[in-house]
Nanobody, 122 residues
Framework: QVQLVESGGGLVQAGGSLRLSCAAS????????MGWFRQAPGKEREFVIL???????YYADSVKGRFTISRDNAKNTVYLQMNSLKPEDTAVYYC????????????????WGQGTQVTVSS
Protein backbone atom coordinates (compact mmCIF):
# COMPACT_ATOMS: atom_id res chain seq x y z
CA GLN A 1 0.00 0.00 0.00
CA VAL A 2 1.43 3.34 -1.08
CA GLN A 3 1.44 6.11 1.49
CA LEU A 4 2.63 9.69 1.29
CA VAL A 5 2.86 11.66 4.51
CA GLU A 6 3.57 15.39 4.53
CA SER A 7 4.94 17.33 7.46
CA GLY A 8 6.48 20.70 8.23
CA GLY A 9 3.60 23.08 7.66
CA GLY A 10 2.78 25.90 10.01
CA LEU A 11 2.35 29.62 10.50
CA VAL A 12 5.08 31.96 9.32
CA GLN A 13 5.40 35.68 8.71
CA ALA A 14 5.78 37.08 5.22
CA GLY A 15 9.40 36.85 4.13
CA GLY A 16 10.01 33.80 6.25
CA SER A 17 10.84 30.21 5.33
CA LEU A 18 9.46 26.74 5.84
CA ARG A 19 10.59 23.30 4.77
CA LEU A 20 8.02 20.66 3.99
CA SER A 21 8.77 16.97 3.90
CA CYS A 22 6.94 14.12 2.22
CA ALA A 23 7.79 10.60 3.30
CA ALA A 24 6.81 7.83 0.91
CA SER A 25 6.34 4.13 1.45
CA UNK A 26 4.96 1.17 -0.42
CA UNK A 27 6.68 1.59 -3.80
CA UNK A 28 10.09 2.09 -5.34
CA UNK A 29 10.41 5.76 -4.54
CA UNK A 30 13.30 6.51 -6.91
CA UNK A 31 11.28 5.30 -9.89
CA UNK A 32 8.80 8.18 -9.70
CA UNK A 33 8.78 11.90 -10.09
CA MET A 34 7.41 13.64 -7.02
CA GLY A 35 5.35 16.80 -7.13
CA TRP A 36 3.87 19.36 -4.79
CA PHE A 37 0.52 21.01 -5.31
CA ARG A 38 -1.34 23.51 -3.19
CA GLN A 39 -4.94 24.44 -2.68
CA ALA A 40 -6.16 27.68 -1.16
CA PRO A 41 -9.74 28.06 0.14
CA GLY A 42 -12.19 28.40 -2.72
CA LYS A 43 -9.56 27.71 -5.36
CA GLU A 44 -8.54 24.74 -7.45
CA ARG A 45 -5.53 22.65 -6.59
CA GLU A 46 -2.55 24.04 -8.48
CA PHE A 47 0.86 22.74 -9.43
CA VAL A 48 3.79 24.14 -7.47
CA ILE A 49 6.90 22.15 -8.22
CA LEU A 50 8.16 18.70 -9.24
CA UNK A 51 11.38 16.77 -9.06
CA UNK A 52 11.88 14.12 -11.71
CA UNK A 53 13.31 10.67 -11.20
CA UNK A 54 16.73 11.94 -12.24
CA UNK A 55 16.52 14.95 -9.92
CA UNK A 56 15.57 17.66 -12.40
CA UNK A 57 13.27 20.35 -10.94
CA TYR A 58 10.30 21.98 -12.63
CA TYR A 59 8.67 25.07 -11.16
CA ALA A 60 5.47 27.00 -11.41
CA ASP A 61 6.25 30.59 -12.39
CA SER A 62 4.79 31.84 -9.14
CA VAL A 63 7.48 30.12 -7.05
CA LYS A 64 10.58 30.38 -9.24
CA GLY A 65 13.49 31.83 -7.32
CA ARG A 66 11.78 31.24 -3.97
CA PHE A 67 11.04 27.51 -3.71
CA THR A 68 13.38 24.59 -4.26
CA ILE A 69 12.79 20.86 -4.25
CA SER A 70 15.09 17.98 -3.42
CA ARG A 71 14.83 14.29 -2.81
CA ASP A 72 16.64 11.73 -0.72
CA ASN A 73 16.05 8.35 -2.30
CA ALA A 74 17.74 6.57 0.60
CA LYS A 75 15.11 8.02 2.94
CA ASN A 76 12.21 7.86 0.45
CA THR A 77 11.60 11.52 1.16
CA VAL A 78 11.10 14.65 -0.92
CA TYR A 79 11.61 18.12 0.49
CA LEU A 80 10.12 21.48 -0.43
CA GLN A 81 12.13 24.45 0.76
CA MET A 82 10.04 27.61 0.69
CA ASN A 83 11.77 30.96 1.10
CA SER A 84 10.56 34.55 0.85
CA LEU A 85 7.05 33.40 1.62
CA LYS A 86 4.14 35.63 0.71
CA PRO A 87 0.57 35.72 2.05
CA GLU A 88 -0.61 34.37 -1.32
CA ASP A 89 1.38 31.19 -0.65
CA THR A 90 -1.14 30.34 2.07
CA ALA A 91 -2.70 26.98 1.20
CA VAL A 92 -2.81 23.32 2.01
CA TYR A 93 0.22 21.71 0.39
CA TYR A 94 0.04 18.19 -1.00
CA CYS A 95 2.74 15.91 -2.28
CA UNK A 96 1.92 13.42 -4.99
CA UNK A 97 3.55 10.68 -7.02
CA UNK A 98 3.76 11.36 -10.75
CA UNK A 99 3.04 8.43 -13.07
CA UNK A 100 2.42 9.77 -16.58
CA UNK A 101 1.35 12.79 -18.55
CA UNK A 102 1.88 16.47 -18.02
CA UNK A 103 2.99 17.05 -14.45
CA UNK A 104 1.05 20.32 -14.32
CA UNK A 105 -2.22 18.42 -13.99
CA UNK A 106 -3.52 16.46 -11.01
CA UNK A 107 -4.60 13.63 -13.32
CA UNK A 108 -0.93 12.77 -13.91
CA UNK A 109 -0.54 11.65 -10.27
CA UNK A 110 -1.79 8.46 -8.72
CA UNK A 111 -1.14 8.82 -4.99
CA TRP A 112 -1.52 11.87 -2.77
CA GLY A 113 -0.68 12.78 0.76
CA GLN A 114 -3.21 14.15 3.22
CA GLY A 115 -1.85 17.69 2.98
CA THR A 116 -0.19 20.10 5.37
CA GLN A 117 -1.37 23.64 6.07
CA VAL A 118 0.92 26.57 5.36
CA THR A 119 -0.22 29.96 6.54
CA VAL A 120 1.73 33.11 5.77
CA SER A 121 0.76 36.20 7.73
CA SER A 122 1.31 39.72 6.42
Amino acid sequence: QVQLVESGGGLVQAGGSLRLSCAASGRTFRSYGMGWFRQAPGKEREFVILISRDGSPYYADSVKGRFTISRDNAKNTVYLQMNSLKPEDTAVYYCASHVSGSFYYTSAYDYWGQGTQVTVSS
